[in-house]
Structures are given as C-alpha cells and as structure tokens.
C-alpha cells in the first residue's frame, strides 16, 4: 500500500490543466472508505482531506471527532478527483475524470478490512452505482437503504447545500442517525 500511496502523491496525469497535488488518506486496515468529490482550495493548501466547513459537518453527520475522522485505521478518504479541479462559474469545477479510473480499484484491492463505503455526492455515486443510481442525487439518497451493506450515499455537506437541507428535512431525521448507528457499530468493532 505504501509504495502505492507514494506513485499517488507523485501523480502528475492531469499537470497540463492544473496544479497537482493528489490529496488521499488511506491504509489497509481502514473499516470505512469516504469517497467525495475532489479537494477544495483550503484542502488543496494545507493537503489534509475535509479540512473546510464541508468536513465539520460530515463529522458531524458521522458523529465522530475530528481524531477518528483522521485515524486511516478507522475512515480512508480517496476523493473521485484527488487534485483541486480549479474555479469554476458557480463554485469548484467537477473532479477530473483520470483519477477514479486510474487510481482507486488499486487503493481498494489494497483494503481487506473495509466494510463500508460512503458515496458523497452524485458524482461518486454514478461513478460506482452505475445503472443503479437514482435519476436524482435526491431520489438515491432517499433510497439510501437499497445500496446497504456496501455503501452509504450522501449528499455533499457543503455549506451551499442548507437549501437542499431546508427543503429535504427527511435526511437529518431519518438518514443521519441511520449513518450514525452504523458507523459507530464498524469503528467500535
């Protein structure tokens, strides 16, 4: 694993369209495997993955401190695009299509212990549901409990999704303590 997490680090597929810093957080005995979007810019900066006021409230989500979150024995954290994509119109643009393909089925061939995997966003959730996703990032995560044991679907915690939040209530009632139950079974394991 480490040999691979240092070809990681080293990465440099996309250097013709930004500045490459892959950003991965991972060993072989982590139980949970998060896998998001790409870096922000905050991240990109300091290299440490959901160090930004997203990564506050997915602990919160998870309901675990900042020293599980950061424990690779306990949550791997591999992004769909392991490099800050750059600005875009309306926020960050989407993660680059290299890495997933490149990278991740080596990082998780290299994982024995991993029970779950919690897709953040929709395009983790294409990228692995595939045909099952919903035709919404709504739609799959109100039907979150169709993708157990293996994976967990999120939205992004991002602070420009309190509107999504506000009109979708049934997610904090409903999903958050079901992701809290079950996370906390894996890391008490």
């Known amino acids: 694993m480490q040999e691979l997490l240092s070809e990681i680090k080293n990465c440099t597929l996309c250097e013709a369209y930004i500045e490459p810093r892959p950003v991965v957080h991972v060993n072989e ?45 306990l949550f791997g954290i591999m992004p769909m695009g392991f490099c ?46 595939g045909k099952d996703a919903k035709r919404t990032l709504t739609e799959t995560v109100n039907h979150y409990e169709d993708y157990f044991p293996n994976y967990f679907v999120l939205p992004h915690p991002s602070p420009r999704n309190r509107f999504w939040l506000k009109k979708n209530e049934w997610f904090e009632k409903f999903v958050v303590p079901e992701l809290q139950s079950r996370v906390r079974e894996i890391i008490q394991e």
């Not at 506050?56 to 424990?71: A, E, T």
């Not at 600005?87 to 993660?95: A, E, I, N, Q, R």
Request: aromatic share 10%; charged share 20%; with cysteine.
């Open 84 to 129: 800050y994509p750059g600005k875009g119109k309306s926020g960050d643009l989407p993660p680059r299509k290299e890495c997933a393909p490149k990278w991740h089925k080596q990082v998780l061939d290299h994982m024995p212990k991993l029970e779950l995997t919690i897709l953040i966003g929709m395009y983790a959730q294409q990228y692995y549901l």
């Open 29 to 73: 005995l982590s139980k949970i495997m998060i896998i998001g979007q790409a870096p922000g810019t905050r991240v990109h900066k300091t290299g440490i993955p959901w160090n930004d006021p997203s990564g506050v409230q997915l602990r919160k989500w998870l309901n675990v401190s900042d020293d599980q979150f950061y424990n690779p024995d």
